[in-house]
């Protein structure tokens, strides 16, 4: 999967959890799984926690050992 800039396209679907990159502590990025609230505009993960940093995103790449 290729990364998607968010300011290029968001997610159109609510509730799905995606592979995000995010600006954190000391301007490092990191990548965590998130869901986006598409009618909020907001990305958050399990426990609700916002994250405004976020800027690339992709679906959750298949276990190709599975």
């Given at each position: 999967m290729e990364w998607i800039n968010v300011k290029d396209r968001l997610p159109k679907d609510d509730g799905?959890?995606?592979?995000?990159?995010?600006i954190g502590w000391d301007d490092i990025e990191?990548?965590?799984?998130?869901?986006?609230?598409v009618k909020n505009n907001e990305w958050y993960d399990y426990?609700?926690?916002?994250?405004?940093?976020?800027?690339m995103w992709?679906?959750?790449p298949k276990n190709k050992l599975a």
């Open positions: 799905q959890d995606w592979l995000v990159l995010f990191f990548a965590r799984v998130l869901e986006y609230d426990n609700g926690l916002e994250y405004d940093t976020v800027t992709q679906p959750i």
